[in-house]
């Protein structure tokens, strides 16, 4: 199973960004997902978490209300839009599939490479 993240890049602070992750070889749609980040020098921590229907998302403090994560079904796609960004988000984000809904990584299994984003002030 691959996952590959996208869309990251250099952005300025209030600008926004869409990450996607795609799927080979796994159909998305049984799973939830989560995107996680990692800072330079910090621990990964967890961003946004979708239910396998889209039903239910969870969120950290941190990002509630600038992010928005999705999900498309048909397109095997999991996606989170970013808005109103701020240097602290400057991350590796990454995508993950999981069991259930949930910001501990013990809950997801398949991990994605990340994408860089960086958010300059």
């Known amino acids: 199973v691959q996952l590959q993240a996208s869309g990251g890049g250099l952005v300025q602070a209030g600008g926004s960004l869409r990450l996607a992750c795609a799927a080979s070889e796994r159909t998305l749609s049984k799973y939830a997902m989560g995107w996680f980040r990692q800072a330079p020098g910090k621990e990964r921590e967890f961003v946004a978490a979708i239910s396998w229907s889209g039903g239910s998302t969870a969120y950290a403090e941190s990002v509630k209300g600038r992010f928005t994560i999705s999900r498309d079904n048909v397109k095997n796609s999991l996606y989170l839009r970013m808005n109103s960004l701020k240097p602290e988000d400057t991350a590796v984000y990454y995508c993950?599939?999981?069991?259930?809904?949930?910001?501990?990584?013990?809950?997801?299994?398949?991990w994605g490479q990340g994408t860089l984003v960086t958010v300059s002030s």
């Open positions: 993950a599939t999981g069991s259930v809904v949930g910001g501990k990584e013990s809950l997801y299994d398949y």
